[in-house]
């Protein structure tokens, strides 16, 4: 007696094949605009709680913005990042050095964009920068820099180009 082996035809073989490419086509444009989604959705929840942060140190320290004495980068992530007096200098005096930190850990990495991964900030006076030279940013130096901050008024945004957008054609930098 013989027995017959069971096994798919080519036909059956290349319809599962087939199917499989159907599903892959609809699954992945939809697993691309999910991570996108969320870099946007880091994106804006990195921006407010360095919004946050920084409104809550103004609000303890007179009005005036993190970053302010000096107007260093240091000083900035300093006053963010530890205790301090009402004037904004850093230290562990009891009773004196009562406010803060208001961000643990430093600034967040970059969730997208050309500097995606880097934590640096730029200070500057003008939000967002006109030219990658701003001549009134207190650093020149944009490789590497996420976060772009305004030490006069508060203003945080993304370091980015004005064309990256997200999928509603709103610009990163505008966030």
């Known amino acids: 007696m013989q027995s017959r082996r069971k096994a798919f035809s080519l036909v059956e073989l290349?319809?599962?094949?087939?199917?499989?490419?159907?599903?892959?086509?609809?699954?992945?444009?939809?697993?691309?605009?999910?991570?996108?989604?969320?870099?946007e959705s880091a994106l804006r929840g990195s921006l407010a709680g360095l919004r946050n942060a920084i409104d809550m140190y103004a609000a303890e320290h007179g009005g005036s913005?993190?970053?302010?004495p000096g107007n260093t980068?240091?000083?900035l992530l300093t006053q963010l990042t530890k205790k301090t007096d009402a004037s904004g200098v850093d230290g562990t005096?009891?009773?004196?050095?009562?406010?803060g930190p208001y961000l643990r850990g430093?600034?967040?990495?970059?969730?997208?964009?050309?500097?995606?991964?880097?934590?640096g900030v730029m200070?500057?006076?003008t939000v967002p920068l006109q030219t990658a030279a701003d001549p009134a940013a207190v650093d020149a130096d944009t490789e590497n820099v996420c976060w772009i901050y305004n030490y006069q008024t508060g203003e945080i945004i993304i370091n980015t180009a004005d064309t990256t957008v997200d999928e509603k054609n709103v610009k990163y930098n505008t966030y």
């Open 73 to 75: 980068k240091a000083a």
């Open 14 to 39: 290349v319809i599962v094949v087939v199917i499989i490419g159907v599903i892959a086509a609809i699954a992945v444009p939809r697993i691309s605009r999910g991570a996108k989604g969320a870099g």
């Open 106 to 119: 430093g600034f967040p990495p970059c969730p997208l964009g050309p500097n995606s991964g880097a934590k």
């Open 93 to 99: 005096t009891a009773g004196t050095h009562i406010y």
């Open 123 to 125: 200070m500057t006076i």
């Open 65 to 68: 913005w993190p970053g302010t």
